[in-house]
């Protein structure tokens, strides 16, 4: 394997996304629905830089050059994710009707709250959620500094999911997606920052693979999302996005996603896909998305009423030097 080695000083930021209030109510059909609401709370990124040339801020701190930052913190508020599907983050579906075998047959387009957190659906008094979403700013401390953002595999998963409290099903973590998209900014003359062009999606992981037939009239195996097939109706259709899994850091196209740590320095395989390229002083939008995919063979019905236990993502990313 043609291996990188870094020659100079490296570093590794440690993004830990916590995302809390995810609860679901299981029912007789195969998405889960859920009945009541739960308190949302708040969540935390931290970031340890120790000088290097990567840091990460909330999208509305933007970049905070100036002085030593050894951690930053953020927060996220957490909500109530009802089984959703995708294939790019933007075109969201959920069930709508299915058969008296309890098999999902059909789906729509959910309308958001316009005033909503971002993937809130529903009314007011029973908010659900298709996904949760949290934004950050990926950014270098010096001007000349460019910065390669890759997945950080050195200390295990570079995203990995925890419970806490007691789960009474592995449904939620067994269906859950994590997907990752970067944005670029630009700095305003009133020194805020906005988004510039289109947001894209780099990777999503799921803490297991994908095996198996959903609980859908028309499922088939693998890897799949609602979208519209060759004769025009919705139903699920093999996903597009790279994608990885568990241990398994080579998504479907045979593109490894992690750089490892040898030492002090870095080490990514030749052809190692990044989250970012060149990373600047101002910066580039990262956003993470958490969702249940609907059409996960594992997402079927379960015996369990509720899964009381709120849930954590830790992703972790590793910066290293572009120049």
Same mark, same amino acid.
């Given at each position: 394997?043609?291996?990188?080695?870094?020659?100079?000083? @490296?570093?590794?930021?440690? *993004?830990?996304?916590? /995302?809390?209030?995810?609860?679901?109510?299981?029912?007789?059909?195969?998405?889960?629905?859920?009945?009541?609401?739960?308190?949302?709370?708040?969540?935390?990124?931290?970031?340890?830089?120790?000088?290097?040339?990567?840091?990460?801020?909330?999208?509305?701190?933007?970049?905070?050059?100036?002085?030593?930052?050894?951690?930053?913190?953020?927060?996220?508020?957490?909500?109530?994710?009802?089984?959703? %599907?995708?294939? =790019?983050?933007?075109?969201?579906?959920?069930? +709508?009707?299915?058969?008296?075998?309890? &098999?999902?047959?059909? !789906? $729509?387009?959910?309308?958001?709250? *316009?005033?909503?957190?971002?993937?809130?659906?529903?009314?007011?008094?029973?908010?659900?959620? *298709?996904? @949760?979403?949290?934004?950050?700013? @990926?950014?270098?401390?010096?001007?000349?500094?460019?910065? =390669?953002?890759?997945?950080?595999?050195?200390?295990? %998963?570079?995203?990995? @999911?925890?419970?806490?409290?007691?789960?009474?099903?592995?449904? /939620?973590?067994?269906?859950? $997606? /994590?997907?990752?998209?970067?944005?670029?900014?630009? #700095?305003?003359?009133? =020194?805020? !920052?906005?988004?510039?062009?289109? +947001?894209?999606?780099?990777?999503? !992981?799921?803490? !297991?693979?994908?095996?198996? &037939?959903?609980?859908?009239?028309?499922?088939?195996?693998?890897?799949?999302?609602?979208?519209? %097939?060759? =004769?025009?109706?919705? #139903?699920?259709?093999?996903?597009?996005?790279?994608?990885?899994?568990?241990?398994?850091?080579?998504?479907?196209?045979?593109?490894?996603?992690?750089?490892?740590?040898?030492?002090?320095?870095?080490?990514?395989?030749?052809?190692?896909?990044?989250?970012?390229?060149?990373?600047?002083?101002?910066?580039? #939008?990262? $956003?993470?998305?958490?969702?249940?995919?609907?059409?996960?063979?594992?997402?079927?019905?379960? *015996?369990?009423?509720?899964?009381?236990?709120?849930?954590?993502?830790?992703?972790?990313?590793?910066? /290293? %030097?572009?120049?």
């Amino acid at each position: 394997m043609n291996v990188k080695k870094m020659k100079m000083q @490296l570093m590794a930021t440690a *993004a830990s996304v916590l /995302i809390s209030g995810i609860a679901l109510t299981s029912a007789t059909y195969a998405w889960y629905v859920s009945n009541h609401t739960v308190e949302a709370t708040t969540t935390k990124i931290s970031a340890t830089t120790n000088g290097f040339i990567l840091q990460i801020a909330t999208a509305e701190q933007g970049p905070q050059h100036g002085g030593e930052q050894t951690s930053l913190a953020a927060s996220t508020t957490g909500g109530i994710i009802s089984p959703s %599907s995708t294939n =790019d983050l933007i075109n969201w579906y959920v069930c +709508e009707g299915w058969n008296g075998e309890g &098999k999902v047959t059909s !789906y $729509r387009k959910p309308t958001f709250v *316009a005033d909503g957190k971002p993937g809130q659906y529903g009314t007011d008094d029973d908010p659900h959620y *298709a996904y @949760l979403k949290s934004e950050y700013i @990926l950014y270098t401390i010096n001007e000349t500094g460019y910065a =390669d953002v890759y997945l950080d595999a050195s200390e295990g %998963s570079p995203i990995t @999911l925890s419970a806490n409290g007691t789960p009474t099903t592995d449904t /939620i973590p067994k269906s859950m $997606r /994590i997907g990752i998209t970067i944005q670029n900014i630009k #700095k305003n003359a009133d =020194d805020t !920052y906005s988004d510039d062009g289109n +947001e894209e999606l780099k990777v999503v !992981y799921a803490p !297991y693979e994908e095996t198996g &037939k959903g609980n859908d009239a028309e499922a088939i195996n693998g890897w799949t999302c609602i979208g519209n %097939s060759t =004769d025009g109706k919705l #139903k699920p259709v093999a996903v597009t996005y790279p994608y990885i899994y568990a241990t398994t850091y080579t998504d479907q196209n045979n593109q490894n996603w992690v750089a490892t740590k040898v030492g002090k320095n870095y080490e990514v395989s030749s052809g190692t896909q990044k989250i970012a390229s060149s990373v600047g002083y101002d910066g580039v #939008k990262m $956003r993470v998305y958490i969702w249940m995919e609907g059409t996960d063979a594992d997402c079927v019905n379960n *015996a369990a009423a509720e899964d009381p236990a709120t849930y954590n993502v830790n992703v972790k990313l590793a910066g /290293i %030097s572009a120049e």
